[in-house]
Nanobody
């Protein structure tokens, strides 16, 4: 059983930065594709970023590209989301989730295929 715990959320002013962490236990994170997602109450959950095994490829939603950086440290069984230049539109609960690697399939994080989810951490961007 893999358990994921997000941390690092909080209140930040527009233009500020936060670093979110996703700590895994119960299994080795290195065996999974990892995704970050976010959700505003009353709205649907959306994909923020997705990273492949080994961390050599990352894709980002257009809304966060060039501002957010997704990385993984498999030796520490932890993934990170560095969030810079935060905007009010980034306010949401942020979740990490993982999916099993599928050979010969391009790296992707379909929401309905993410097998394990954390409980989320709240990011509030406000002046």
């Amino acid at each position: 059983q893999l358990t994921l715990v997000e941390s690092g959320g909080g209140l930040v002013q527009p233009g500020g930065s936060l670093r979110l962490s996703c700590a895994a236990s119960g299994d080795d994170l290195r065996g999974y594709i990892i995704g970050w997602f976010r959700q505003v109450p009353g709205q649907g959950r959306e994909e923020v970023s997705c990273i492949n095994l080994g961390g050599s490829y990352v894709k980002y939603a257009d809304s966060v590209k060039d501002r957010f950086t997704f990385s993984r440290d498999d030796a520490k069984n932890t993934a990170f989301l560095q969030m810079n230049g935060l905007k009010s539109e980034d306010t949401a609960v942020y979740y990490c989730a993982v999916s099993y690697y599928v050979a010969d399939r391009p790296t992707q994080c379909p929401m309905d295929e993410m097998y394990y989810w954390g409980k989320g951490t709240l990011v509030t961007v406000s002046s």
